[in-house]
């Protein structure tokens, strides 16, 4: 192993190499940037180039573009309530405001050096951790899903801005929405309308293009009449040096947040955007001030990037020891493996040791690539949006429709996109944030699968109970649902405490 390990140091130093990787990193905060355009997008159509190169080279520059493209999604969450990639769903939810307040540069730079540390511990997970934390997420059956389903739809409470009973009937809306196709037992046709194209559902990033896109784009035209004509975006010196001064100043958060990531990309099928979420809700549950998230935290912008950058490490663990991918882009780097030559499980360490961890070392280096550029060009980055809302408003609204439709090259795509872009904006109106709209939409199926699954299990077990109830796993993810879903409450009563005190020394 020593010697597998020098000759992936000596593997990385190479400068072919290394400028594949960090062309690679480029390429996928590009991509990762444009709605629509996914890291499985990107590292889908390379993958046929890396047939004829080398393996080397081939891993790392598909890896750069997973680092880049994941990082990548936080700039239209920030500058345009866009999220990039479905990854950065939770960033929108402080990222914008503080646009919106004149601060994206902060908001950019927390997204950098939060992604780059996050994206850092992650690869160390994957290097140091894989055979064990594999071993874990092999006992995830239906039953374990279903309850993890759960757990994520508890986050509701966090998420519903507010207003329980909105962010309820949301979060109802969304698992409505995720029954529209073909249903998992019986293989009935849902709420498709007779249109074929909707058989396979609705494409997430769609929905997610119409609920956090377009009504943003019909703000700025309202505000454009009564308000102002662009948006508040003003460089500030020292920022980049205070921002990273403070976050330093918050290790528990950061790591916390990593550590969330790395484990729920651990879970395969899971994703960036559950482990974004999750780690969002979280920091908002350790929070002194949690009623100043969703209105321009840091906290939340650093929590959830150093959480779906993590993900890219702990979607990995399962691919390279089971050989089960963790995230639809780690299933592109089983396909870029095999195409190698390449088994992913125990023989990927022993017969293409240097191989392997030439390619594990790459994506802390990849990592610490992504957030110098995202570093030194987030302050240009963040200068774009400084256009009067007449540019702004087209630009935004081209790139939406592009990307709609390049998902699936059907236009299908983009009337439903609009479709539901201007229900986000009623929604929107009537008090509804869209968190929960999604969170239910990308849960449903997962839920519904589970419960499915671990039914059929329960019939021929002859106890439902002991399917749901009894397995070890599941019992850790029903304490935590009830924990997470008594938190607000739990919560409530500590505010009113200090009040009354207050109140009782008046």
Same mark, same amino acid.
């Given at each position: 192993m020593p010697a597998d390990f020098i000759a992936a140091l000596s593997n990385i130093a190479q400068p072919t190499n290394f400028l594949i990787m960090a062309i690679g990193v480029g390429f996928g905060i590009i991509v990762g940037a444009l709605p629509g355009l996914t890291a499985t997008m990107?590292?889908?159509?390379?993958v046929p180039f890396t047939f004829t190169m080398d393996a080397v080279p081939a891993l790392m520059g598909l890896g750069g573009i997973y680092v880049g493209a994941?990082?990548? /999604?936080?700039?239209?969450?920030?500058? =345009?309530?866009?999220? /990039?990639?479905? %990854?950065?769903?939770?960033?929108?939810?402080?990222?914008f405001p503080l646009t919106k307040k004149g601060k994206a540069e902060h908001a950019l730079v927390t997204a950098a050096f939060s992604s780059a540390v996050g994206g850092v511990i992650g690869a160390v997970v994957l290097l140091l951790l894989s055979p064990p934390l594999a071993s874990i997420a092999l006992? $995830? /059956?239906?039953?374990?899903y279903f309850w993890l389903s759960i757990f994520g739809l508890t986050i509701i409470a966090t998420l519903a801005s507010g207003s329980m009973l909105k962010g309820l009937i949301g979060g109802g809306i969304g698992l409505l929405l995720s029954q529209i196709g073909i249903a998992p037992l019986g293989g009935e046709m849902r709420f498709t309308f007779g249109l074929y194209q909707l058989q396979a559902g609705l494409s997430l990033i769609v929905v997610l293009i119409g609920f956090f896109c377009i009504p943003e784009v019909l703000s700025m035209i309202e505000k454009k009449f009564s308000q102002h004509d662009s948006i508040n975006y003003k460089p500030q010196k020292g920022v980049a040096k205070g921002i990273i001064s403070d976050l330093i100043k918050k290790p528990i958060l950061l790591l916390r947040s990593a550590v969330i990531g790395? $484990?729920? *990309?651990?879970?395969? *099928?899971?994703?960036? #955007?559950?482990?974004?979420?999750?780690?969002?809700?979280?920091?908002?549950?350790? %929070?002194?001030?949690?009623?100043?998230?969703?209105?321009? #935290? +840091?906290?939340?912008?650093?929590? %959830?990037?150093?959480? #779906?950058n993590a993900e890219v490490g702990g979607s990995l663990v399962p691919l390279m020891t089971l050989g089960i991918p963790g995230a639809a882009p780690a299933a592109i780097l089983l396909g870029a493996l095999m195409l190698q030559g390449m088994r992913p499980g125990p023989e990927l360490y022993i017969n293409y040791g240097d191989i392997t961890y030439t390619f594990l070392f790459s994506l802390i280096v990849a990592n610490i690539v992504m957030g110098v550029m995202a570093f030194y060009g987030a302050r240009h980055v963040a200068k774009l949006i400084n256009l009067p809302v007449s540019y702004l408003?087209?630009? @935004? @609204? $081209?790139?939406?429709?592009? *990307?709609?439709?390049? +998902?699936?090259? #059907?236009?299908?795509? =983009?009337?439903i996109m609009i479709l539901f872009g201007l229900v986000g904006y009623v929604t929107k109106k009537a008090g509804f944030h869209p968190g929960p709209i999604v969170l239910g939409l990308i849960l449903g199926p997962i839920a519904e699968n589970g419960l499915v699954q671990s039914m059929l299990?329960?019939?021929?077990? *002859?106890?439902?109970?002991? =399917?749901f109830?009894?397995?070890?796993?599941?019992? +850790?993810?029903?304490?935590?649902?009830? =924990?997470?879903a008594g938190w607000p409450l739990i919560s409530n009563l500590r505010n009113k405490t200090p009040d009354k005190e207050a109140d009782a020394n008046a």
């Open positions: 990107a590292m889908a159509l390379l994941i990082y990548g /999604g936080c700039i239209a969450a920030i500058l =345009v309530n866009t999220p /990039g990639t479905p %990854s950065a769903i939770a960033t929108t939810f402080d990222g006992k $995830f /059956g239906p039953p374990e790395a $484990f729920v *990309g651990i879970v395969p *099928g899971a994703g960036g #955007n559950i482990a974004g979420l999750v780690s969002y809700n979280e920091a908002v549950r350790w %929070s002194k001030k949690p009623k100043e998230f969703g209105k321009g #935290n +840091i906290d939340g912008v650093a929590a %959830s990037e150093a959480a #779906n408003a087209p630009m @935004v @609204v $081209f790139m939406t429709v592009i *990307g709609s439709y390049a +998902i699936r090259n #059907n236009i299908v795509d =983009v009337i299990m329960g019939k021929s077990a *002859g106890s439902m109970f002991e =399917v109830f009894t397995r070890p796993l599941s019992i +850790i993810l029903i304490l935590l649902c009830l =924990v997470s």
